[in-house]
């Protein structure tokens, strides 16, 4: 995830000097975890926060993301994840 985080920030760095929208490359990277829902929800907040997303269609696009590369066995814990983020982010202030 750092280097995704870097990624971004170096894109949108680029992007305030450039005035053109640049698209940052997302990898999965498969893992064993002792707390895999909050390793889930850790990365969503990371990548809502470097890519700047602030909608429904972007979180949207987030959630398919995450249930796309991931095995059905953790489709629970990423709606879970996803929605103990989404309601800290965005609904509890």
């Known amino acids: 995830m750092i280097r995704e985080r870097q990624e971004a920030r170096r894109a949108e760095q ?3 000097r450039t005035g053109r929208t640049e698209f940052v490359l997302i990898v999965a990277v498969e893992m064993e975890s002792d707390d895999p829902m909050r390793d889930f929800g850790d990365s969503m907040v990371e990548m809502i926060a470097s890519a700047g997303i ?36 965005f609904i509890r202030k």
């Open 14 to 16: 680029r992007k305030r």
């Open 54 to 89: 602030v909608d429904a269609k972007g979180l949207r696009r987030l959630l398919d993301w995450y249930l796309s590369v991931n095995c059905g066995e953790s489709r629970g814990m990423i709606l879970e994840a996803f929605h103990e983020v989404c309601f800290n982010l």
